[in-house]
């Protein structure tokens, strides 16, 4: 598997956090691989074969070959993937999606929709600039050239933009109410434009941020106790962990775990 990575320039980096590209042969054979919730908000471009997605054992959806797709709020969604799979990612900011294009953002959370569904003719551009570029470096270069044109339209920034991103940076850690207090609105303000703009409650997302920051580091340190881990990703205890996982992952920690390495194992063997 090649797996490619760029943080986003700083001119357009208060809309786009990073673009990545990760390609792949799975000639012959099909692999599916459970999601968790999770906070991102991104545009996929499917240069070769599409994924199928399915929810829990139901059946299976071809993606849009361009697909915005919003932040996940629960388990069972599941991605197979077969072929020769390419795709072009661009991750946004917790408010980027929403302050380029002022989309209402709770009714894309649980959801990939086709690009043009979401940004009507604007999509044409971008679409056919992706796809034309030779290499990851291009793709990249045209997107961000894309994003900075409509960045001149944007809303401004405002205390909120600064507050959800400080949400990441922490990885869900930092209270809600002392982030609000840093926006500049009231508590209730705070959670109903957060939601407004990002999608999801700023409880929530800070929530599937742990669970990420957890899993991740489980992935990357098998060797480390998730003691350490859940300690270390900022829950109370473990009991708290595990409730978190099962409610948003469908699977405790050792069992969610253990099907994404296998995942991992069948793909390392398939390219091998």
């Not at 933009?161 to 609000?180: E, M, N, P, S």
Request: net charge positive; proline share 5%.
């Amino acid at each position: 598997m090649e797996i490619l990575s760029q943080p986003a320039h700083a001119a357009i980096r208060r809309f786009v956090r990073s673009f990545g590209q990760r390609r792949v042969s799975l000639t012959g054979v099909c692999v599916t691989t459970p999601l968790a919730a999770r906070p991102d908000q991104f545009i996929e471009f499917y240069l070769g074969e599409r994924y199928r997605i399915s929810v829990e054992d139901g059946p299976s959806a071809l993606a849009p070959k361009t697909a915005v797709v919003g932040p996940q709020t629960r388990p069972g969604l599941r991605l197979h993937m077969t072929g020769d799979i390419d795709v072009f990612t661009i991750r946004f900011q917790p408010t980027g999606f929403h302050r380029l294009f002022g989309a209402p953002m709770p009714a894309l959370a649980d959801q990939g929709v086709a690009l043009g569904d979401v940004l009507g003719r604007a999509a044409t551009g971008l679409e056919d600039a992706i796809r034309d570029a030779e290499d990851f470096q291009a793709r990249v270069l045209a997107a961000q050239q894309w994003v900075a044109r409509r960045a001149f339209r944007s809303s401004r920034q405002s205390g909120l933009d600064h507050a959800a991103r400080l949400i990441v940076a922490t990885r869900g850690r930092a209270r809600i109410d002392a982030i609000a207090d840093r926006s500049g609105l009231s508590l209730r303000q705070f959670q109903r434009r957060f939601t407004a703009e990002v999608g999801v409650s700023p409880k929530f997302y800070a929530r599937t941020l742990r669970l990420e920051a957890a899993l991740a580091a489980r992935n990357r340190y098998p060797e480390r106790s998730w003691t350490t881990i859940v300690h270390d990703a900022g829950y109370a205890d473990q009991a708290h962990f595990i409730r978190d996982c099962q409610l948003l992952a469908g699977a405790t920690p050792t069992a969610f775990v253990a099907q994404a390495t296998g995942v991992a194992e069948m793909f390392n063997s398939e390219i091998a």
